[in-house]
T-cell receptor
Framework: KAGVTQTPRYLIKTRGQQVTLSCSPI?????VSWYQQTPGQGLQFLFE???????NKGNFPGRFSGRQFSNSRSEMNVSTLELGDSALYLC????????????FGSGTRLTVV | GENVEQHPSTLSVQEGDSAVIKCTYS??????FPWYKQELGKGPQLIID?????GEKKDQRIAVTLNKTAKHFSLHITETQPEDSAVYFC??????????FGTGTSLTVIP
């Protein structure tokens, strides 16, 4: 079966712009989480969605937002991009929250110039 | 919040030798400890996990041990092979999908 699909795979944006990243979970998975991965900070939790509702949010500024649609697909948005937002953004899905069968996608590599 | 420390940051072993990666966590309420393998250009892949009611778990060449009293857990890979070369991450969670990750260990298996 298809895994977690993230689009696009690579993105280059200019400082001050905004960006939207997409995540399609494994079929049947209804919980989606987002992580930011950077060489300096490692993997950091952004937020988690289930049934179109944000359940948890990490320690990121309000420029980072997300949403989940009725088909469980999720998007995250970063407004007013900064150079430090350059990172690999990873999406992970599971059947329901607190379900340990947690699968990551390959990520979207965002470069801010 | 939870703080997970991981050591070493890099590890080189000869093919066939064993590799051990160690992690400590700070929050005694953490009850789930997965290990992920990340290869270049890919997302992390779950390789083994352990819950707080178990002290050890094995899956072929991979094993994880957990010491709740000392708040540390370790990944053991035996009979290492070149394809084991990757970055390994430990993580801890308190029964939610919010994982706190270690900083990663880059493992190189030398043929």
């Amino acid at each position: 079966k298809a895994g977690v699909t993230q689009t696009p795979r690579y993105l280059i944006k200019t400082r001050g712009q905004q960006v939207t990243l997409s995540c399609s979970p494994i079929s049947g998975h209804r919980s989606v989480s987002w992580y930011q991965q950077t060489p300096g900070q490692g993997l950091q939790f952004l937020f988690e969605y289930f049934s179109e509702t944000q359940r948890n949010k990490g320690n990121f500024p309000g420029r980072f937002s997300g949403r989940q649609f009725s088909n469980s697909r999720s998007e995250m948005n970063v407004s007013t991009l900064e150079l430090g937002d350059s990172a690999l953004y990873l999406c992970a899905s599971s059947l329901v929250p607190n379900d340990y069968g947690y699968t990551f996608g390959s990520g979207t590599r965002l470069t801010v110039v | 919040g939870e703080n997970v420390e991981q050591h070493p940051s890099t590890l080189s072993v000869q093919e066939g030798d064993s590799a051990v990666i160690k992690c400590t966590y700070s929050d005694s309420a953490s009850n789930y400890f997965p290990w992920y393998k990340q290869e270049l250009g890919k997302g992390p892949q779950l390789i083994i996990d352990i819950r707080s009611n178990v002290g050890e778990k094995k899956d072929q060449r991979i094993a994880v041990t957990l010491n709740k009293t000392a708040k540390h857990f370790s990944l053991h890979i035996t009979e290492t092979q070149p394809e084991d070369s990757a970055v390994y991450f430990c993580a801890a969670s308190i029964g939610s999908n919010q994982f706190y990750f270690g900083t990663g260990t880059s493992l190189t298996v030398i043929p």
